[in-house]
């Protein structure tokens, strides 16, 4: 199975190079710092909630299909050595 790949590369790749929408173009419509959507399509910071509901507004998708890339993208990247934890027992 593939690692999900970080919402900023289906940004750039799926909605802003088909549409010859730069990151500075889209930033400005959004009402957003440029570097915002730049570092977005990097992979360099993770999609916010208030990041979502901007785009979801902006391209018609929901806030859900962003949210849920990055935790996705999040999950398999992130590793947690959680052997030290008792399981709760009742």
């Known amino acids: 199975m593939k690692n999900p790949v970080h919402p900023g ?3 750039k790749h799926e909605f802003l190079l088909p549409l010859c929408l730069s990151e ?3 930033a400005k419509r959004l009402g957003v710092p ?3 959507i730049e570092r ?4 360099t910071t993770s999609m916010t909630p208030d990041t979502a509901f901007r785009l979801a507004r902006f391209f ?5 299909f962003w949210m849920n890339m990055q ?3 999040d999950i398999t990247h992130t590793q947690v ?3 030290h934890i008792e399981p709760l027992r009742v």
Request: net charge positive.
């Open 9 to 11: 590369a289906i940004l």
């Open 71 to 73: 935790i996705n993208h």
């Open 81 to 83: 050595d959680v052997s």
């Open 60 to 64: 018609g998708t929901t806030p859900q």
């Open 24 to 26: 500075g173009q889209l």
């Open 40 to 43: 977005l399509t990097k992979g």
């Open 34 to 36: 440029r570097t915002r």
